[in-house]
């Protein structure tokens, strides 16, 4: 049986971001209590205070910007790009990850120096002090990125194990009657109105009542790539790529064809390696 998804990710992808996640929290606070101990051994006559709130507001920004470098590997992780598409994402998101880092730190200080000190903080001169950050932060994201990545490559392998040890199977509501069928017959499903269809190898087409992008998320854990806006193909039973023009393809499965959309490229991706 399949398992719903939470934001379009499967149960395998949640737990590794957790996992990954709760590593996070132990490293950033870590990091957090070390910074506060070697500014207060370099300045013994600064009142502790001070480095308590410059680290502890750069350390919960960190944690919840990590949501950009979770993203970015979830991306990476589900269409394994080239370097050179992955290059451009990751530029985009170190930079949005760094400038949102420097804003709420900043934030962060401003309002707990007005609350308990009654004076303004200064971040200092911008263009000395961002790129000074900036190199802290390219580091933070690649060590997060990579975190983020292990952990959704490790979660994969006992949904492998078992997938090995017994076949999975999906339950299709079809009208009052129940079919269960294994994932691995699912050839595609296409959207039909208020319907989806499933094509499956014995040639059958069940409908069910529901969206397509509810059935996403239920297969993408399971190897279903979205090729057209009223398709999802089961990339295992994927026989060939036929261009039809204009950067359109044709999926064949076996003796079934279903489209491949030239406005999903990452599905042509996955389909190719």
């Excluded at 996992?19 to 506060?36: E, M, P, Q, S």
Aim: charged fraction near 20%.
């Amino acid at each position: 049986m399949t398992t719903g998804a939470l934001f379009g990710m499967s149960g395998d992808e949640r737990r590794a971001i957790a996992r990954a996640w709760l590593l996070g929290i132990g490293l950033i606070a870590t990091i957090c209590v070390v910074n506060i101990l070697t500014i207060r051994h370099d300045d013994p006559d600064l009142p502790p205070l001070f480095p308590i709130l410059w680290e502890g507001s750069s350390a919960l920004v960190t944690l919840a910007i990590f949501a950009i470098p979770a993203a970015v590997a979830l991306w990476t992780h589900r269409s394994g790009p080239r370097w050179w598409q992955a290059v451009p994402v990751h530029l985009v998101a170190v930079l949005a990850y760094s400038a949102l880092h420097v804003a709420g730190f900043v934030a962060l200080r401003k309002l707990a120096y007005l609350l308990l000190l009654q004076q303004d903080y200064d971040f200092g001169d911008l263009t000395r002090e961002f790129p000074y950050e900036f190199r802290k932060d390219l580091v933070a994201y690649g060590i997060a990125w990579f975190i983020f990545q292990v952990s959704l490559r490790q979660g994969h392998q006992p949904a492998t194990a078992q997938t090995m040890a017994s076949p999975r199977t999906f339950d299709i509501q079809d009208g009052t009657r129940l079919v269960r069928v294994p994932i691995d017959d699912i050839l595609a499903v296409r959207s039909a109105g208020n319907y989806v269809e499933f094509v499956l190898v014995d040639s059958r087409r069940p409908l069910m009542r529901t969206p397509l992008a509810t059935i996403e998320t239920e297969l993408a854990e399971h190897g279903f790539v979205r090729s057209h806006r009223s398709w999802l193909i089961n990339k295992a039973r994927v026989t060939g790529l036929r261009p039809e023009g204009s950067g359109d393809y044709a999926v064949e499965l076996g003796s079934q064809e279903a489209p491949l959309s030239r406005r999903f490229p990452e599905a042509l991706a996955r389909l190719r390696r």
